[in-house]
């Protein structure tokens, strides 16, 4: 017999379920630092006998920083998605840094993604394809909302080419706080758009590299949410 005091369609598993939706998983890449700050949390206590609210909202507050989301990408094609969540910061065209193997001798356009410390710290595949090359670069940490950012910080680059031809570059960037990058992607995987591939830990910057004649469907100040959002259709292939 059922109990009263339980809402018609709810049971068990169901709320279980809502609650899975509410609290998104965290990457694999946060788990060491979500262990290290519970850790550390668990010493001040046993040591000072204090600090158990604060060791607790530490811990949470990184958890949370390492939050991976469940995002559906519009049923859309000939469009590239955001590979992160954040604020457009920029909108231009520049040559194409040199480790992404495009020619840098033509300008191609850019948008610029600032992530702040409360943005969800994953990056997306912006659209279906195989990766055709990552490349590492070391570099400093400035404030990623810095355009010479691109340049300068550490950074890391993919470029991905789609079943007709057309190449997109997307580069992690590291940002003032931000000491390393996780890349999963290797050359030639084969990956789909919304896809998690990376992440980004602590204050950051993602740039996408778009093919000439693709047309930017984002302004600057706009927010983007990462396997969602349309920045910018492709030009026609041929």
Request: proline letters at 11%; glycine letters at 10%.
């Amino acid at each position: 017999m059922s109990d009263p005091a339980v809402p018609s369609g709810f049971s068990p598993r169901h709320v279980a379920g809502l609650v899975r939706e509410a609290i998104p998983p965290m990457h694999p890449g946060g788990r060491p630092i979500v262990a290290a700050v519970a850790l550390a949390a668990g010493l001040v206590r046993a040591l000072s006998g204090r600090g158990t609210a604060t060791g607790l909202l530490a811990t949470a507050a990184t958890a949370a920083f390492f939050r991976n989301p469940h995002r559906v990408p519009p049923p859309r094609t000939g469009v590239v998605l955001a590979p992160a969540d954040g604020t457009v910061a920029t909108v231009s065209e520049v040559p194409p840094p040199p480790e992404l193997g495009l020619p840098v001798d033509v300008p191609v356009p850019r948008v610029s993604v600032f992530l702040s410390v409360l943005d969800v710290h994953t990056q997306r595949v912006p659209l279906d394809g195989r990766v055709v090359a990552v490349e590492y670069s070391p570099g400093v940490f400035l404030s990623a909302d810095l355009d010479k950012a691109s340049e300068d910080n550490e950074r890391n680059s993919v470029l991905l080419e789609t079943a007709g031809g057309a190449r997109v570059g997307v580069v992690q960037i590291a940002g003032l706080l931000a000491r390393r990058i996780v890349c999963d992607l290797a050359p030639g995987d084969e990956v789909a758009a919304g896809e998690t591939f990376g992440l980004i830990r602590f204050g950051s910057r993602v740039d996408t590299y778009l093919p000439p004649g693709s047309r930017v469907e984002v302004a600057v100040g706009q927010r983007t949410v990462g396997g969602e959002t349309v920045l910018a259709a492709l030009p026609p292939v041929g």
